[in-house]
């Protein structure tokens, strides 16, 4: 991409509306633009990391075995009462008539959705175990939209839910989310820790939230600070193993973590204080077991291998996809601006023309462009007719992980600079040479 022909609208200045670093810097790096309260556009900066975000989720949703469909964004308000929900849900629900004066409601969450779907079309365990997922807009009508889409109200969102013949197989499978999601944050670049939480208003028995550490996050958390030490790293996980997945999961649930609202004091003192950690926390995900909860209300049984009909055991599991925009940004910038990691950054690297109009630096550069487009490294070249202190703030703010520099000077000497955006740190080299550590950097991401 050519910035002269791309639509980033970047600000110099910070948005007075604005009270946190993510939320800042999405508006100033132009990815974001607000349409109402907690409602956002994603102009194409912002909607390119979101949908590198959403392939990663879908990529490890799949690599466990779980089924991807699209449910709407629209639903009937019926089933929500045969859950008993559309009373309890309250305010946060959005709810809507149409034109034949029928009660509508905007998805704040799906299981009605789902389970109804589920008992119109499996009757057997033979079709067990089986987890479906989409990754859809949501709307929670929040009391306090605040922090850009970090707590917006509309938001997007991947929900999955396990439908299985009896509680062990529902708790395997609560077991391969967990996996599964410390995966998907880990491919990220993140760290989000797994922690005992509280049900609210989904209900049932089992639930962890995956919190990002950050000084903005809403939540209060207590760990021990041995969680922040492990890795999944590229083992091989097995999603079908129950044996595997439990393991992991008891790797991971070990150590003491968990929210202000499942924090239990003794049990944290018991922690040797140089590895009692407290801090904030952002909740980018979260998972459940709760059983025949929403199948025993809305009948939605299978024949078990007895010939006995049975209520299906369920979970369901979240990941704020557009959170995690904010939460990636609030663990990842500096005072310049944000700093992505480079399996979601919106461009793999970042050409600067220092002299713009010069013949052989423009040269240069298209040369330079079309290699990295040709390495897939998909670079964004700042071929405006700005100043180079401009374009470099313009590469500080959005927070390409790596820029390279051309300039009649460094050309003279056969060579251009390639500069690291979280260390700072250049160095001279060819772009052929430029060129091939950035693609090994990007292989396999
Ligand atoms: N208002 C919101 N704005 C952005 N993301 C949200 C919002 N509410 C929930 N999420 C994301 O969706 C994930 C799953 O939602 P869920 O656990 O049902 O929400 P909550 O914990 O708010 O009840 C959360 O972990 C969070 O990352
Ligand atoms: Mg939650």
Redesign the pocket.
Known sequence: MRLSKYFMPTMKDNPSDAQIASHRLMIRAGMIRQSASGIYSWLPTGFKVLRKLENIVHEEQVRAGHIPMLMPTLQSADLWRESGRYDDYGKEMLRISDRHGRDMLYGP?NEELITDIFRDNVQSYKDLPMTLYHIQWKF?D?VR?RFG?????E?F?KDGYNFDVDKDSALHAYNRHMVSYLRTYERMGMKALPMRADS???GGEDTH?FLVLADTGESEVFYDKAILDLHLGDRAVDYDSWDQCAEIAREWTTPYARTDETHDPELFAQIPSERQGQSRGI????IFYFGTKYSDAMNAKVVNDQGREVPVHMGSH???V??MLGAIIEASHDENGIIWPEAVTPFGVGIVNLKQGDDDTDAACEALYKSATLLGLDPLYDDRKERAGAKFSTMELIGLPWRITVGPRGLKNGVVELTCRKTGESEELTAELALEKLAKIYQGL
């Open positions: 969450t929670r929040e939209p889409v970090m707590r917006g109200r938001f969102m609210g208003p989904i939230e909740e980018v995900g979260q979240g990941i704020g557009s959170r």
